[in-house]
């Protein structure tokens, strides 16, 4: 049996003791000499003599944060935390110091921005309710007011700044120390870092709040923040922090980099915190929120920004990135013979002007908005000679209205006379009438116009209400053809929003103020969307008593259209109410009309070029309908309108085809002529071939004048000569008259069922969706039983409906139902009552079918064909 080998003997090594404790030993004094050399190469490396003695002379001169004349030290703690510096080449603390007066600063140009009369609070309030800024001299408020949690922050980043002052302590903190001073601010302390290998970074104690900034010597950038609790705007501090931080780059620093040298600054001005309602002010809205507050922009230029009497203008140029290319605009402001230079205006700044924060219009959006307003009214009168615009202080309005050859006077009312002139310096685009032949250079010195620095309702209540003082000289005035409406939006919340849009007595008086045949044309603000709720239940709650005060008052027609490319973040809204349904026929003219009264109507200009810039005839034919969001919006109603509760029912009737219906002689009588009669059995309810009445032959009003001239200007017994008499007698025998675009026209079905004779004495078994109203609000009328006060109950509809307006052809065409079950081998019988719309006509038609039930008299066709 074979043994296992032996074991081995385990292996030991012996150490002494020493040997372990030098080894300990030498392992620590690698790994400090090591991290030694790395610190002294990478971290603490000598800086340039350059910058030693920089550091030297600063620490020794760091500016110390003064008091002004005139302000008491706030009564505060100071206290310091220490943390590491280790990559800091410098620090150092500065606190504001007592007794200290501060005479050296020029404070010519100080801008007051913050109250800090009440030191135990430190942020005294919120922005104030107005615009105006706080001064040292009057900023001792109430004890008992509401203090805020609120403020405003103000961002900015500049770009092409010289390095050598973005790497100086000493010229940084005096130039954070000056803004805080010339802004009117207590700086109680501030501390600073000079960081390795080069930059800055700042934070100062504000007795308001605080200031900070940190710089990139290398990238020349430097990054700031001032945040204020106090009731100070900061928007007016930017002229200055830009001046004393904007350093421009030294000739060595440029070399290389010329094209891109000028200091770049991009800003941003917030409201931080909650506050009240009744403490918000206009920076609240649009021109705080949209602009002021978005950093991306690429230009903010303020252009102007000054509280009238009655409102604070503010007047921005700027640019966005999504909009604009920054480097393609300076490259259109050079004269290297690029496209971009020989076209600058596309490459150019947007212009914005701000109400009371709220938009009003933009440069890109000036042709737009301003053509859109005025010219598809004025299209909608045969010749407008007075025109009233209401507001319009930019005069861009009544520049529009100028360029039409038959006006003879243009009045405009706008009550803020310093609104005008600073529209005519700032925004000289909008009033330049220089181009139209015979015109002025401002549109305000035109012969044509003049313009009232008065109270718009004033002006017309005591000339046009019902208890005017038309009578004295003083306040007499001729009525016009066109009103203007170019004030505040309904939108806007605001209380004179409702005395203007929401007072009946006000829009009785425009109403009287306007000819026979007078139109007012509004603006309404944002258009709604599909997803928008009923008016009625929303903000829009103006824009929906207006339309129900201006049918109420006695408008005839009333239309609402939109245009989108005002420079607005939505479509614009625009409403356009005529006194006289004829108008109406203006307004749905054909886009070859259009054109020619363009041609006829509107101004030459001096340059040759077209002097309507947006609006043609083509723009304004994509006005005649509402859009699909004002048609949404009015449906959401409660109770649904009629004509949307109709429609709907639609949707699910049975429909029988065409193909079960035949033309034979009517069983009416010997002079009955030809009848549709069904082949099957029909229910009630039943559509009738609705794809056939869907097609039918529609003649316009200003087609139908036509041929109707042709008709008595051409010799009939000329047979080279189109005979349009025959094309008439279908016209009138077989159609209906309509008068949905405001005249009198003419629809004809284009199938069998245009043979469909009248039952007479309510024997008629079928009926359209507009007689099932009728039947439903005013019983069954006939030809038996009608009289001549029926025919607003036969025609009643709601002066304002975008449903109606919106499906115009489908209205025409007219679609049949079955009103009772019909058998099979049945005649089909309309209501002829309701085949005329014009009111002079409506009841001697009427009388017409009776003569012929009664067999007193033939019917067009019977007459033709017995001939």
Request: net charge negative.
């Amino acid at each position: 049996m074979a043994t296992s080998p032996p074991s081995p003997k385990p292996f030991i090594v012996r150490v002494t003791l020493r040997f372990i404790y030098i080894n300990v030993f030498i392992s620590i004094l690698v790994a400090f000499t090591v991290g030694r050399l790395a610190r002294v190469l990478l971290i603490d490396r000598p800086s340039p003599q350059w910058q030693e003695d920089q550091l030297n002379e600063e620490s020794a001169s760091l500016p110390t944060p003064l008091l002004l004349d005139g302000k008491e030290v706030p009564i505060t703690e100071y206290t310091a935390k220490h943390f590491d510096t280790s990559k800091s080449a410098h620090t150092v603390s500065k606190y504001l110091q007592n007794g200290v007066e501060h005479t050296e600063l020029d404070m010519s140009e100080a801008e007051p921005v913050c109250s800090n009369s009440d030191t135990e609070t430190k942020c005294s309030r919120g922005l104030s309710p107005t615009p105006s800024v706080t001064s040292s001299t009057d900023s001792i408020e109430d004890e008992e007011e509401e203090h805020l949690p609120a403020g405003q922050h103000l961002l900015i980043d500049i770009r092409n700044v010289s390095s050598q002052f973005l790497n100086s302590e000493l010229r940084l903190a005096q130039a954070m120390i000056d803004v805080v001073n010339l802004s009117k601010l207590t700086l109680l302390s501030y501390h600073c870092h000079s960081l390795i290998p080069m930059g800055v970074s700042c934070v100062g104690v504000l007795l308001e709040s605080h200031v900070s900034f940190h710089t990139w010597p290398k990238e020349g950038v430097i990054t700031l923040d001032l945040f204020t609790c106090g009731s100070g705007e900061l928007v007016p501090v930017l002229p200055i922090i830009e001046r004393l931080f904007a350093v421009p780059m030294s000739p060595e620093e440029l070399i290389g980099n010329e094209k891109d040298s000028l200091p770049y600054l991009v800003w941003s001005h917030k409201l931080r915190g909650f506050r009240n309602r009744e403490s918000e002010n206009y920076l609240s809205t649009e021109l705080g929120r949209d602009m002021l507050g978005d950093l991306t922009y690429t230009v903010k230029e303020k252009l102007a920004s000054t509280q009238t009497k009655y409102q604070h203008i503010d007047i921005y140029n700027r640019m966005h990135p999504t909009e604009s290319d920054y480097s393609l605009y300076l490259r259109s402001l050079s004269n290297d013979g690029s496209y971009y230079s020989k076209n600058p205006a596309l490459y150019g700044l947007d212009r914005t002007v701000y109400l009371d924060g709220v938009s009003q219009s933009t440069l890109h959006g000036l042709e737009a908005y301003h053509e859109a307003l005025v010219h598809p009214a004025m299209f909608a009168h045969y010749e407008p000679k007075r025109v009233a615009i209401i507001g319009g202080g930019e005069c861009a309005t009544l520049r529009e209205v100028l360029k039409h050859n038959t006006i003879t006077n243009v009045k405009m009312i706008e009550i803020d006379e310093e609104m005008v002139e600073v529209s005519r310096k700032a925004l000289p685009e909008w009033s330049d009438c220089s181009d139209i032949v015979g015109s002025a250079a401002w549109c305000g010195d035109d012969e044509r116009a003049d313009i009232y620095y008065e109270d718009a309702m004033a002006w017309f209540n005591n000339r046009f209400s019902e208890e005017s003082k038309i009578d004295s000289e003083e306040y007499r005035e001729d009525p016009f053809d066109i009103l203007i409406m170019d004030a505040l939006d309904p939108q806007d919340n605001v209380p004179f929003a409702d005395v203007l849009y929401n007072n009946e007595n006000f829009l009785r008086t425009l109403y009287n103020a306007l000819s026979k045949d007078g139109i007012i044309v509004l603006q309404l603000g944002r258009a709604p969307t599909a997803k928008s709720p009923a008016e009625d239940f929303s903000r829009d709650s103006r824009r929906d008593m207006l339309t129900k005060s201006l049918g109420k008052i006695g408008f005839k027609s009333i239309h609402t259209y939109e245009e989108a490319h005002c420079g607005f973040e939505e479509p614009w809204t625009y409403l356009i109410a005529m006194k006289d349904k004829e108008n109406r026929a203006l307004w749905y003219r054909t886009i070859a009309e259009k054109s020619y009264d363009i041609y006829e109507r509107i101004l030459k200009t001096e340059s040759g070029e077209p002097a309507l810039k947006f609006v043609d005839s083509i723009t304004m034919n994509s006005y005649l309908l509402p859009t699909k969001g004002h048609e949404t919006v009015y449906c959401r109603k409660d109770p649904m309108p009629d004509s949307c509760a109709i429609s709907l029912k639609q949707k699910n009737v049975v429909d029988v085809p065409i193909s079960n219906f035949e033309v034979k002689n009517s069983t009416i009588g010997e002079y009955g002529g030809r009848g549709v009669f069904t082949k099957i059995d029909i229910k009630k309810g039943t559509s009738l071939a609705r794809d056939e009445q869907s097609v039918v032959v529609e003649i316009l009003p200003y087609t139908l004048s036509v041929m109707e001239y042709l008709k008595e200007a051409v010799d009939s017994d000329d047979d080279e000569i189109f005979n349009i008499d025959d094309v008439l007698n279908y016209v009138y025998g077989y159609g209906w008259s309509t008068a949905k675009f405001g005249l009198r026209g003419y629809n004809v079905d284009s199938g069998y069922l245009t043979f469909c004779n009248h039952g007479c004495q309510g024997s008629y078994n079928v009926e359209t969706s507009s007689d099932r109203v009728h039947q439903r609000r005013h019983g069954k009328i006939t030809e038996q039983n009608a009289q001549p006060s029926q025919f607003g109950e036969m025609f009643s509809r709601d002066i304002f409906d975008p449903f109606f307006d919106r499906h115009l052809d489908q209205e025409g065409s007219n679609y049949l139902f079955a009103s009772k079950d019909l058998k099979a081998g049945s005649e089909v019988f309309d209501n002829y009552v309701t085949m005329v719309e014009e009111e002079d006509q409506w009841f001697p038609y009427v009388q017409y079918l009776k003569q012929i039930c009664s067999g007193d008299a033939l019917g067009e066709i019977a007459k033709i064909e017995s001939n």
